[in-house]
Each structure stands twice: as C-alpha cells, then as structure tokens.
C-alpha cells in the first residue's frame, strides 16, 4: 500500500514523465473508467458509473468509488472487484444517509475514508475494521455537501475541504480538533447557482499542503486556484479567463509535479474546454492540456497521471 503523500519526503519527487505528446491519464466519465495513452488513445476502459476521488495502487490495480458510498478496489487485469468498503452499512452506519467523496490508501493496508452525512473520517483495515474515528466539524451539515477531497497530510493530520461550507479545515486525528481553517472567499461577489463556467460560489473540492507550508486550494465554483499562507494571506491566484483560450469553471483536483508545475482538473466546463491543465505557476504559461469532451462528457471531476510519480495530489 501507498502511503500517505505527507508520510513520504515531499522535497524530493521521482521526474516526471512529460513528453511533447503529453501524459497517460486515469479518469472517469460518460460511464467508463479509463486510462488515456499520451497520445490520446484509450489503452484501457470499463463500464464505470461516476465518481468523486480515485487512486492507483502499486500493483497498478485501481481504487475508486462505487455508488454513492462504496468503496473498491478493481483488478485491472480481470476488471474484477477484489476489495469492498460499503459506508452505508459497516462501523456503526446502519440507517443513516451516507456519502463518499474522499478516500486514500496508506500505508500497511490502511484506508482511510470521509464519511459525509456521519460527519466522519476513518480509518479501516482491508477486513473492515474500523481502526480510527475523527469527528469533524460541519456548519451546514448534508450527505452531499459535508466534504469533497480529504488527504492525509502527516501522522496525525487531516487537510478536508467542506463544500458546503465553504471552509478548507485541518484536522488533529482522534480529537477532531481544528488546527487551521480557511473560509474560502467570494471576492466580493455574490453566488450565483448552477455548475457551469456561469455559476460562482465558494464550494471547494480540493486542497493540497505544499512543502512550503501554505495550502493549495481548488475553490471549486469558484473557478480558480489560490494558494494561501497559514497566517492566510493569498499569495498566489490563478484566475477564471487568466489562461488564454481556457476558461476554468468547477475546479477540481490538483496535482503538483516534480517540475513543480500544476495540473487542475476543469469541471463542466463544456465543450472546447480542456479536462485536464498543466500550467508553470511561475509564468502561468500553459504546457499541456487534456480536451476529450467528446469521450468523457462534460462531469470529469477527478484523474490520475499515471506517468509522474511521487506528485503530490
């Protein structure tokens, strides 16, 4: 098993593969899991409904969400279900309304898994057994809306974004204790709804603690991507229609490569819009791009390089 990104040295990064024909992504859409070659070939897929969080093991099977609050493990040899977790029924959820949106492998078999609706993170082993309960803190409860991502960010830290909230928190395993918390900002608007390039609000989805100790954040419909200081001053902004000819919309997923370049997942963005942006934070310039509308539709919420390895995401 993987261990948790903060577990692993975070200033030293195998290269990342990146070639002029571009990287060989995981993802999900339009009913099929996949995997896109680097010239943009699928080289793998199966029938796969949606999902919110997904992860590559190091035997190359993959672990991803079924359903609304079930999470697998896919051989991706047989295409076969090897491993389940149902969060509507196992450690005490029995009766209550249950969702996933967050999940990661660590180490020694270990999963940890956000329980929206419960208002919970765990850590289970591979029987099932729960291993870890930490309570979290939620303003505007819902199954839906309670998290999206959730990373383990070092031994006893979590780092989960509150969509409904609006909040990024940090969390102290066991004791539920918010260490650091940031209300993502409006900027002076106000909230529009829909999922589009049109909407606008403060739903975050992902976050990321970069080496430096400042939070990475995808601000979700907020359509763009900050990233803040503990002491929670904005020193860097990637703005909605800062890219030339992209313009973001539900920003979703974050990687961080070991060039230190930026890939953002990009929502709903609708037709001629990439998926999938590499950008260089220190120009803002664009360096690659990932547009498969045609194949996986407009609801791509999260993806995998799977040619750069130890990324942050």
Not at 57 to 77: F, H, K, T, W, Y
Not at 125 to 132: C, K, N, T, V, Y
Request: with cysteine.
């Amino acid at each position: 098993m993987k261990a948790a990104p903060s577990l692993l040295p975070l200033l030293v990064f195998a290269a990342a593969s990146c070639t002029a024909g571009g990287h060989r992504v995981l993802t999900q859409g339009n009913g099929k899991l996949a995997i896109v070659d680097r010239e943009g070939a699928i080289e793998w897929e199966m029938p796969w409904g949606a999902i919110h969080d997904i992860h590559t093991l190091p035997s190359g099977n993959i672990m991803v969400q079924e359903g609304a609050a079930r999470v697998v493990e896919i051989d991706r040899d047989t295409k076969e279900v090897v491993w389940r977790y149902d969060s509507t029924q196992a450690n005490g959820n029995a009766g209550k309304a249950v969702e996933v949106h967050a999940f990661q492998p660590l180490e020694n078999g270990r999963v940890m898994i956000a329980e929206s609706g419960p208002a919970r993170i765990i850590e289970v082993d591979r029987e099932g057994a729960l291993l870890s309960e930490t309570k979290l803190k939620v303003d505007r409860p819902h199954p839906h809306t309670d998290t999206r991502l959730a990373r383990k960010i070092a031994a006893d830290r979590y780092l989960v974004c509150h969509e409904g909230d609006g909040f990024v928190r940090e969390y102290e395993q066991g004791t539920g204790r918010v260490v650091w918390e940031y209300d993502v900002p409006l900027f002076g608007r106000d909230g529009k709804g829909g999922h589009g390039a049109e909407a606008f609000g403060d739903k975050c989805f992902g976050a990321l603690r970069l080496e430096n100790g400042n939070t990475l954040i995808a601000t979700g419909n907020g359509h763009s991507v900050i990233e803040v200081t503990p002491a929670k001053e904005i020193v860097w902004h990637l703005r909605q229609d800062e890219l030339p000819g992209i313009r973001l919309a539900w920003v979703t997923t974050l990687e961080v490569l070991s060039n230190g370049n930026y890939v953002i997942g990009n929502c709903h963005a609708g037709p001629g819009q990439p998926l999938l942006v590499e950008v260089d934070p220190e120009t803002k310039g664009v360096v690659w791009t990932f547009d498969h509308f045609d194949t996986f539709g407009n609801s791509v919420p999260n993806s995998q390089l799977l040619d750069a390895k130890g990324v942050m995401r």
